[in-house]
């Protein structure tokens, strides 16, 4: 979406999108999932449990980092990621809100 359609739409409503948008790939999910189990930083493993090019999950990892979902660091000549807790916290609380907000009908609508 351009960035002048995206001042139509509220703080929050742009915020879950975004949200969305980084998680909207399998590959992203299963990054998330690897480093959620592994509880530490991970530095280059990643590339080793995906089907994926290192230029590619390079791409992933940027897209999740720059939603706040995970976050890296520098360590010699390689970055360590690990899931941002207080990011993860945030997309769990908006996320959850945002769900149960919706309360669907008991009969079919369509």
């Given amino acids: 979406m351009g960035k002048?359609?995206?001042?139509a739409f509220t703080e929050e409503?742009?915020?879950l999108a975004n949200w969305?948008?980084?998680?909207a790939h399998p590959a992203r999910i299963a990054?998330?999932?690897y480093l959620m189990r592994q509880n530490s930083c991970v530095c280059g493993d990643i590339v080793?449990?995906?089907p994926l090019a290192q230029a590619t999950v390079s791409q992933h990892l940027k897209a999740l980092k720059e939603a706040g979902i995970i976050q890296g660091e520098?360590?010699?000549t390689s970055v360590c990621y690990?899931?941002?807790?207080?990011?993860?916290?945030m997309l769990q609380s908006h996320f959850s809100?945002?769900?149960?907000?919706?309360?669907?009908?008991?009969q079919n609508c369509c």
């Fill in 13 to 15: 409503q742009n915020l």
């Fill in 82 to 89: 690990c899931i941002s807790a207080a990011g993860w916290q």
């Fill in 97 to 106: 809100v945002f769900l149960h907000q919706i309360q669907p009908a008991d």
């Fill in 31 to 33: 990054i998330l999932q």
């Fill in 48 to 50: 080793d449990e995906l």
């Fill in 20 to 23: 969305a948008k980084a998680l």
């Fill in 4 to 7: 002048s359609k995206t001042t």
């Fill in 74 to 76: 520098i360590s010699g």
